[in-house]
């Protein structure tokens, strides 16, 4: 197959009148879709189930998004043993094929890119170029694993040479997957690890987070819309702790891919290790589980630039991104500095419902659930620090989720809201004596995800090249932000199983090597 090299796809410019206008048409387009009731897909066939949820838009809780099914243990056993048969052939398809799927798909959500942003800023409440990024970070992920696959589907050419046979090594797939991705990238972390399970040959269970299944679903009918074999793809919603753990838990699933929390990732964990009647494998768990992100600033560094820095990476969708800052250590002689700049910025930030326009910054917290938590460590952090910005909710019309962008001083590093991740707009300011100390407060957490640090001094910049203990590191620039290819993404610790999506290493976790020699 005769492929471009790949390239990551370019964001759009809502500066551009024409690209706001587009962006309004799929807003409106969305918008008249609102309220349908969506089915389970198991095997191919629609399920419509009487018990339902809605999907509501944080910014208006009254207005639902959709309605969905609550499914039970009974339908993931269904969709497993779906799976399990589509398998039988499924494995077998070329992988020049699989990739096929994977590519139309990119260029169809390309075409349509505009939509599936739009149902993000309407279902969990994403800026336009926060979901702008997510549309194209998902396009990304199938152009990139599509070529992945045809690179190390078969990798022969890295064995020795041995003439008195004639050896093969081969990546197949692994069986069913449970794909259970999170809501804050419903769209990109959906589609990377469902089109990663896809392209290598296995056959999956999705299963959406409870506040973004429309997204969800629309993805998924992206690629059923491609001709998917039926019960290669089934989608099934309803709560994780019966619908998520029976998908973990069944003898025929034979890999899980999860993101989200530490908590729900260290049970996957152990219930995946647990080996029930009838499976005939260890069940393979890739995991990424969140962090508690920081950004060093040393007193060599270009402190607006630094400032700047923060501000994206802790108020960028609502701080609800396991990679954003919600950490900054500043050293002793540019602490008051820095702390004058985030401020200033901060209180610029414009916080509203993200339909009205590119120009709204942030929007509100996902759900009600998460307000409060977050609402909870605010008072936390009344008394482990000096609050210097924020800390009030805003109060509109609907009701919305709406909290301020949050910033703490002389926060100590052991503190809660040091250590606890929170997942909303609180950062936290904290002193470092010198740079030692300060890789020291950083490394000082359970996680290992990101983190960054802005400084003009090489010799430190090279320390903490070895001593940060972060799966993605960043010098002079923001911790969130990586793209596929560019910037493979996934930490250390409790941050996860170390996996690197969007890396070229990636798509081995979903396969297993199996070495063919034959005498001549």
Not at 77 to 98: L, N
């Amino acid at each position: 197959m005769m492929l471009l090299p790949y390239r990551p796809e370019p964001l759009t410019d809502f500066s551009q009148p024409a690209n706001r206008q587009a962006f309004e048409d799929a807003l409106a387009k969305v918008k008249a879709q609102l309220g349908k009731t969506y089915p389970l897909i198991i095997g191919g066939e629609r399920i419509m189930l009487d018990d339902v949820f809605p999907s509501v838009n944080p910014a208006r809780p009254s207005e639902v998004i959709g309605y969905f099914a609550n499914g039970n243990a009974s339908h993931a056993d269904a969709a497993i043993k779906a799976a399990y048969y589509a398998f039988e052939t499924w494995q077998h398809t070329p992988a020049a094929e699989r990739a096929r799927y994977l590519l139309n798909a990119a260029a169809a959500m390309r075409r349509r890119k505009h939509e599936f942003s739009a149902a993000m800023v309407l279902e969990i409440g994403k800026s336009w170029a926060e979901a702008d990024a997510d549309t194209a970070e998902s396009i990304d992920f199938m152009e990139y694993y599509a070529r992945q696959m045809l690179r190390i589907e078969d990798s022969s050419h890295l064995l020795v040479p041995y003439p008195a046979e004639q050896v093969q090594l081969r990546y197949i797939p692994l069986g069913v997957g449970a794909v259970i991705p999170p809501w804050n990238f419903a769209n990109a972390i959906l589609a990377g690890m469902t089109s990663a399970s896809l392209v290598a040959g296995n056959t999956v269970v999705l299963k959406p987070a409870e506040q973004s299944p429309m997204t969800g679903y629309m993805v998924a009918e992206l690629f059923w819309e491609m001709g998917l074999p039926a019960g290669v793809l089934n989608f099934i919603t309803g709560p994780g702790e019966v619908v998520g753990a029976r998908m973990v838990e069944h003898h025929l699933t034979r890999f899980i891919a999860f993101t989200g929390s530490r908590a729900v990732g260290v049970q996957i964990y152990e219930k995946a290790s647990k080996v029930v009647e009838g499976q005939l494998w260890l069940k393979r768990a890739i995991l990424e589980m969140g962090g508690k992100d920081a950004i060093i600033v040393d007193e060599t560094a270009d402190l607006d630039a630094a400032a700047r820095g923060i501000i994206t990476s802790a108020f960028g969708f609502q701080g609800q991104k396991c990679s954003a800052a919600s950490r900054v250590i500043l050293h002793n002689d540019i602490y008051d500095a820095v702390a004058d700049r985030v401020v200033k910025l901060t209180e610029q930030l414009t916080v509203g419902a993200t339909d009205a326009g590119p120009d709204v910054y942030m929007g509100p917290v996902i759900d009600e659930e998460a307000y409060h938590k977050i609402r909870e460590y605010i008072t936390i952090g009344m008394s482990e620090g000096k609050l210097l910005t924020g800390g009030g909710i805003i109060e509109t019309n609907e009701n919305g989720y709406f909290i301020q962008p949050t910033v703490f001083g002389d926060v100590a590093p052991n503190a809660r809201i040091a250590q606890e991740e929170i997942f909303g707009p609180v950062t936290a300011l904290i002193r470092a004596h010198d740079f030692d100390d300060a890789i020291a407060i950083a490394n000082g957490t359970e996680y290992g995800l990101t983190g960054s640090v802005y400084s003009k001094n090489r010799a430190r910049l090279e320390q903490a090249r070895r001593e940060f203990h972060v799966g993605n590191l960043y010098f002079n620039r923001k911790c969130t932000g990586a793209f596929v290819g560019v910037h493979p993404f996934g930490g250390f610790n409790m941050s996860g199983t170390d996996s690197k999506a969007g890396g070229p290493d990636y798509l081995l976790l979903f396969t297993q090597a199996k070495l063919i020699g034959e005498v001549l």
